[in-house]
């Protein structure tokens, strides 16, 4: 367990865990971002990361499992996984070498800016399939993305937007993001091992969390088969806008 972590604020960070892989389970994204930016607020980012990836990889493995037929493969393996691998190793380096304070602040800011803009867009689309990005646009959000995944464990975001713009049914649109989750957390994971994070204290911190897990993917499996996904996603973006003024403020 990361030193000074009080049950007090061990029981705020599994409420924070529960929320965010609810947000996971219904949408495909969400849960490793929530928690990095709300979680940090109780624990520091480089002693987060590490507990986290496996509880995101674990989610992952268990909706590919159930979901594996609506992924849209074709996308995923010619235009976002390629792109997204190649940004991997560049975030990664960021992460080992970037200071703790500057990161929180970088992740505050580029919660702001990304949580804006795809408010805007789901207030403007008003149910209508969004316009394709063009294929320049789509490849620099998809790199920008792989690094962003490396630095901060969730290149959430910028994959989102992009799988937003191609595949509009919800479960294919879920399904095809939990897959690439589970290629790129496979190799972060592994990164973390290598660098002698993913200690006794991250693992400990894992364990204690997944009850929070298992009950954010019940409650998310609910979520995505009733409630309308515009909703969803709106309330989720306004909460990481909020959160990322905090880490801006606080970083």
């Not at 690094?147 to 649109?173: C, E, I, L, N, Q």
Request: glycine share 10%.
């Amino acid at each position: 367990m990361p030193e000074g972590l009080s049950l007090l604020s061990l029981g705020a960070l599994a409420l924070v865990v529960l929320t965010a892989f609810t947000v996971e389970a219904a949408l495909g994204f969400g849960a490793t971002l929530i928690s990095v930016a709300l979680g940090s607020i109780f624990v520091s980012i480089d002693a987060l990361l590490p507990s986290l990836v496996p509880l995101n990889l674990g989610i992952s493995i268990w909706l590919v499992s159930r979901y594996w037929r609506q992924v849209d493969v074709a996308f995923l393996l010619r235009r976002l996984l390629p792109p997204m691998a190649l940004g991997l190793p560049f975030g990664i380096a960021l992460y080992q070498v970037a200071d703790a304070s500057l990161l929180k602040r970088l992740f505050g800011t580029f919660l702001i800016v990304v949580s804006g803009l795809e408010l805007h867009r789901v207030r403007s689309a008003r149910g209508a399939d969004p316009a394709p990005l063009s294929r320049t646009v789509e490849l620099a959000m998809a790199l920008a993305g792989g690094v962003v995944h490396g630095a901060f464990a969730t290149g959430g975001p910028m994959a989102v937007y992009v799988t937003s713009r191609a595949v509009a049914d919800k479960g294919a649109y879920r399904a095809t993001l939990c897959v690439l989750w589970l290629a790129l957390n496979v190799v972060l994971l592994a990164s973390f091992a290598v660098a002698g994070d993913l200690d006794r204290d991250a693992l400990v911190l894992t364990g204690a969390l997944v009850p929070s897990c298992a009950v954010g993917l019940v409650l998310g499996e609910i979520a995505h088969h009733r409630v309308p996904v515009a909703t969803f996603r709106a309330a989720v973006f306004v909460a990481l806008a909020l959160a990322g003024v905090m880490l801006v403020a606080r970083g």
